[in-house]
C-alpha cells in the first residue's frame, strides 16, 4: 500500500510566520506535487516535482516555494504566511506521469 | 485554455435512485480523464480513469469528445456512495491534474 504521509493534520500560524508543510512518500515515486484544495474551487496545483531538486510552478505558485532534497520527501514553504494562505494543503506523489496520483490525509491551515 | 467545469456543487438523491455527475472539459490535446473521490474523513484517492473503461463500486463514465464531458453515473445509489467526487483532467506529460470545483453527492435513505 502506498503512504503518503504529512507531518500535520492541523496547523495554527500568526500572519508573518515562515511555515513548513512536509510530506514524505514510502514508495520511491518519482513525482510529487503540492495542491491546495478550497470549497467551490477544487484542487490547484501549486508546485510539482519531478526529481530531486527539480520542481516546477504549478497554477498559484505566488507566496510559496518548496524543496525536494531528498527522493521521498516533499516540502512546501510559505516564505510569510498570509490569511488568504488559510486552506486545505494535499500532497500527492505518482511513480510516473501515466500512472495513479496517491495522496496525503491533507494539512488544514488556518492563518490568523 | 484547459478547464475541467463541474456545474454542480451538491447532489442529493434517495437511496437505490440513479445518480449522474456532471463533468465537462475543454482541451486542446487528447484528453485522458479521471475521477477521484474523498470519502468523509479520508484521504482522496481515484475511483476511474477513462483509458482503464472499467466500473467501479458500480460507477462508470463515458469520455464522449464530441459533447467534451466525461459524466460520472451509477444506477442505483447507496448511502456509502455520499462523498465528494471530482473530476481531473491531465493536462501535461508531467501527470499534473486540472480539478473542477467538485460535486458533493448526499445519498438519503
Given amino acids: ?112 | 485554455a484547459q478547464r475541467v467545469t463541474q456545474p454542480e456543487k451538491l447532489l442529493s438523491v434517495f437511496k437505490g435512485a440513479p445518480v449522474e455527475l456532471k463533468c465537462n472539459y475543454s482541451y486542446s490535446g487528447s484528453p485522458e480523464l479521471f475521477w477521484y473521490v474523498q470519502y468523509s474523513r479520508q484521504r482522496l484517492q481515484l475511483l476511474l480513469r477513462h483509458i482503464s473503461r472499467e466500473s467501479i463500486k458500480g460507477f462508470t463514465a463515458d469520455l464522449n469528445k464530441g459533447e467534451t464531458s466525461f459524466h460520472l453515473k451509477k444506477p442505483f445509489a447507496q448511502e456509502e456512495d455520499s462523498a465528494m467526487y471530482y473530476c481531473a483532467l491531465k493536462t501535461d506529460s508531467w501527470g499534473k491534474l486540472q480539478f473542477g470545483a467538485g460535486t458533493q453527492v448526499v445519498v438519503t435513505p
Fill in chain 1, 1 to 112: 500500500d502506498v503512504k503518503v504521509t504529512q507531518s500535520s493534520r492541523y496547523l495554527v500560524k500568526r500572519t508573518g510566520e515562515k511555515v513548513f508543510l512536509e510530506c514524505v512518500q514510502d514508495m520511491d515515486h518519482e513525482n510529487m506535487f503540492w495542491y491546495r484544495q478550497d470549497p467551490g474551487l477544487g484542487l490547484r496545483l501549486i508546485y510539482f516535482s519531478y526529481d530531486v531538486k527539480m520542481k516546477e510552478k504549478g497554477d498559484i505558485p505566488e507566496g510559496y516555494s518548496v524543496s525536494r532534497e531528498k527522493k521521498e520527501r516533499f516540502s512546501l514553504i510559505l516564505e510569510s504566511a498570509s490569511t488568504n494562505q488559510t486552506s486545505m494543503y494535499l500532497c500527492a506523489s505518482s511513480a510516473s506521469p501515466n500512472t495513479e496520483a496517491f495522496f496525503g490525509q491533507g494539512t488544514r491551515l488556518t492563518v490568523v
